[in-house]
């Protein structure tokens, strides 16, 4: 990892031969400090761009139990609640 210049890839499969395959303890630690590194950059105001509802800025940051992180998101007039990992892993958000 220490040799990506500009990006890296990390690939985790979600099934294997048809049966479910649970993420590695590596790949959720990984996922963590990355969503960790990106809360401490979110606040308000902050302007995001979702991959459906286009250029947008945060509202609010909700937290919720579970160190789950609700976004509330305002699209031009029309806000959005999303959760902050759900969005992240699915490539749905990205950070100005």
Not at 68 to 90: Q, Y
């Amino acid at each position: 990892m220490t040799r990506a210049k500009e990006y890296l890839y990390l690939v985790s499969p979600q099934s294997k031969n048809g049966i479910a395959e649970p993420r590695s303890v590596f790949v959720n630690e990984v996922v963590a400090c990355m969503n960790s590194e990106m809360l401490n950059k979110i606040g308000e105001g902050v302007i995001v761009h979702h991959k459906k509802f286009g250029e947008g800025f945060t509202a609010a940051v909700h937290e919720k139990v579970n160190d789950r992180t609700i976004l509330e998101i305002d699209f031009r007039g029309m806000r959005r609640k999303l959760d902050l990992v759900t969005c992240m892993e699915s490539g749905l958000l990205s950070f100005e």
